[in-house]
């Protein structure tokens, strides 16, 4: 299957629809995460924690937080309460028969700490977060 070129408008984050099987769409994610230099530190499985816990049917839908270490200690450096929105979220799910895989926009998350030290790092962060999502 080829990927759809269909950018998402997020006002927080930036996304696209892909023409994939969501194991595909979260395995190319990874890669693509990975040739960017950032690794994922955990994963939340949203479908398995809404069965678990409430006994909902939910679609397949993970978040990985992904980080890059060179750059999260650099902002670590400016902003030591920083870690309070770290790791940067990366989501892939389900909808209509595609998969959609999206990332935080990390200048908008990093706005709201006030610090403008923190204005590069997070432009660093979301000029490598848009290739991955321009790469799938």
């Not at 993970?62 to 060179?70: E, M, Q, S, V």
Request: with cysteine.
């Amino acid at each position: 299957m080829e990927s759809v070129e269909k950018k998402l408008r997020i006002g927080y984050g930036f996304g696209r629809t892909l023409e994939l099987p969501f194991e595909r769409a979260v395995e190319r994610a990874r890669e693509a995460l990975k040739a960017e230099g950032f690794g994922v530190l955990c994963e939340i499985n949203v479908r398995e924690k809404l069965q678990e816990k409430l006994g909902v049917d939910f679609p397949n839908y993970l978040i990985l937080g992904a980080c890059n270490p060179p750059l999260a200690h650099q902002a670590l450096l400016r902003e030591m309460d920083l870690g309070l929105l770290l790791p940067c979220n990366v989501i892939v799910y389900e909808k209509g028969g595609h998969s959609v895989v999206a990332a935080i926009d990390a200048e908008k998350m990093l706005s709201v700490v006030g610090n403008p030290e923190l204005f590069a790092v997070a432009e660093h962060v979301n000029t490598r977060l848009r290739r991955v999502i321009d790469s799938l």
